[in-house]
């Protein structure tokens, strides 16, 4: 069964620094995997999308990078600002199992960014 | 884009009684839809994948008579949470595949939160 791990737990830093949040998985048969955020009560917002072909994504300011055969993912987010604080979880699609394919969260990581 | 509605965002229910979700795909059709739940402070966990006109695919430890799945339609699928209880109170997520983009992506409904007194 697929778990994701997602460190630090919790970060809260001035705005301008850059970020790196790390997420790890321990079954590296993965389709894809995505990274979203979550506003306090919130649904989930898509930020990106990286194939299990691809080693990175790029989106505006943030970039999420893949290394399947170590089970992790790092997501880059550059000059941070205090719009960026949510939550933000990883989770990484299977190829199958008895969801068919649904994806496995980590408990994210909650990120206060400072004015 | 690829907009995921739910209904309602919120409720408050007796125990003992039954709630419908509703979880609806507005610009895209979506043949597999997906039911999650989350705890506070908790990960999502999936609870089932609900296939457009078929039964419903569970997870281990989720009750399938306890949480009744239909997906009537390419843009529609509901959870019903019959006889809820106060342990059932919870944030419910759906998400839906676009198959437009090949099914990879998944996208949220923005969540009903469910509150049983």
């Known amino acids: 069964k697929q778990e994701v791990t997602q460190i630090p737990a919790a970060l809260s830093v001035p705005e301008g620094e850059n970020l790196v949040l790390n997420c790890s998985f321990t079954?590296?048969?993965?389709?894809?995997l995505q990274w979203f955020r979550q506003d306090p009560g919130k649904g989930l917002t898509s930020l990106l999308l990286?194939?299990?072909?691809?080693r990175e994504q790029t989106s505006g300011r943030l970039n999420a990078s893949l290394d399947k055969s170590s089970g992790r993912s790092t997501l880059y987010i550059a000059a941070s600002q205090p719009g960026d604080s949510a939550t933000y979880l990883c989770a990484p699609r299977g190829y199958s199992g008895g969801g068919a394919d649904g994806l496995t969260f980590g408990k994210g990581t909650h990120l206060i960014i400072q004015p | 884009g690829a907009v995921v509605s739910q209904h309602p965002s919120w409720v408050i229910c007796k125990s003992g009684t039954s709630v419908k979700i509703e979880c609806r795909s507005l610009d895209f059709q979506a043949t597999t839809m997906f039911w999650y739940r989350q705890f506070p402070k908790q990960s999502l966990m999936l609870m089932a994948t609900?296939?457009?006109?078929?039964?419903?695919?569970?997870e281990q430890g989720v009750e399938k008579d306890k949480f009744l799945i239909n997906h009537a339609s390419l843009t529609l699928s509901t959870l019903t949470v019959t006889s809820a209880h106060p342990e059932d109170s919870s944030f419910y997520i759906c998400?839906?595949?676009?198959?437009?983009?090949?099914?990879?992506?998944?996208?949220f409904g923005p969540g009903t939160r469910l509150t049983v007194t």
């Open positions: 998400s839906a595949r676009d198959l437009r983009s090949g099914g990879y992506e998944q996208y």
């Open positions: 079954d590296s048969a993965i389709y894809n």
């Open positions: 990286i194939q299990s072909s691809q």
């Open positions: 609900s296939n457009e006109g078929s039964k419903a695919t569970y």
